[in-house]
């Protein structure tokens, strides 16, 4: 139940079931359907299908074929619909399709992996900045891409990890969507309690409303973090956008240029 500022109650009750399947010849499956009935927006099905089969080498090795196909059911929430300056009480919920397929290699304390996906979203709820009001989009938004993941331990104190996402809108319109990000992050232990971080983050070009292009833009941060209490109690201090770079991320707001916290 939820209710918002004198709104009648809105009530949702939902009935779901996952099924595991574990087998010693390296195939696992996970099967999950969830039955949903809003007050609002009636009888709702979704569904998670997750194959996978593990292939394990020498040398303490695994490599794991993977797949996903889900669905959701996303009702708008009680600020969508009614709030004062951009609410919509006509607003209808996100239906949306997942499909994934990849592999992930294991060896030791590294690990990579490549998924493909695309995703259906049909009608999705945008805030318009036109109106200043939540909105559904005018036609369905499909998009599809490619992620890679990496970590390992590098010369024995370096822990790494790179995270690398490519995204292209194939129907509909989705502001501020970056084809390429990247995400990176080195963290080294100075001494049993002492960690020291460094955090790189890209945005690539993104469309805006008005046709408007947000150039891409990259930071990078710096972290100390020490551990007190037997690693209990950590204190942790920021340094961000090290570089003091001029970036937008949102057009019409400012961003912060190099700080601490």
């Known amino acids: 139940e939820a209710s918002y500022e004198g709104i009648p109650v809105t009530n949702q009750k939902d009935v779901f079931a996952n099924l595991v399947y574990l087998s010693k010849s390296g ?8 039955a949903i009935d809003h007050q ?6 979704t569904y998670s299908i997750n194959p996978s089969y593990v292939f ?9 074929v993977l797949g996903s196909l889900s669905s959701a059911f996303i009702a708008p929430s009680l600020f969508q619909l009614y709030d004062t300056y951009s609410g919509n009480a006509t607003l209808l919920p996100e239906e949306t399709t997942s499909l994934e397929v990849g592999t992930e290699w294991v060896k030791g304390v590294g690990n990579a ?24 989009a005018p036609s369905d938004i499909v998009y599809r891409g490619a ?9 024995g104190v370096l822990d790494f990890q790179l995270n690398y996402t490519f995204t292209e809108l194939k129907e509909g319109t989705l502001f501020r969507l970056p084809k390429h990000a990247v995400n990176s992050t080195i963290n ?11 955090v790189y983050a890209y945005r690539g070009k993104r469309e805006e409303v008005n046709q408007l292009e947000l150039d891409a833009y990259s930071l990078i941060d710096l972290r100390y973090a020490k551990t007190f209490l037997g690693d209990k109690l950590v204190a942790a201090l920021w340094l961000t956008n090290l570089l003091d770079k001029d ?15």
């Open 27 to 34: 195939f696992n499956a996970t099967l999950g359907a969830r």
């Open 40 to 45: 609002s927006f009636g009888s709702n099905f």
């Open 56 to 64: 394990s080498f020498a040398g303490n090795s695994q490599l794991k």
């Open 113 to 136: 992996s490549l998924v493909f996906f695309q995703r259906k979203e049909d009608p999705k709820i945008i805030y318009d900045m036109s109106t200043y009001a939540y909105a559904n």
């Open 147 to 155: 992620e890679f993941a990496y970590a390992n331990e590098l010369f």
């Open 188 to 198: 080294m232990d100075i001494a049993d309690t002492n960690n020291l971080g460094l």
């Open 247 to 261: 970036y937008t991320e949102l057009n019409g707001f400012s961003t912060k240029g190099r700080n601490f916290r």
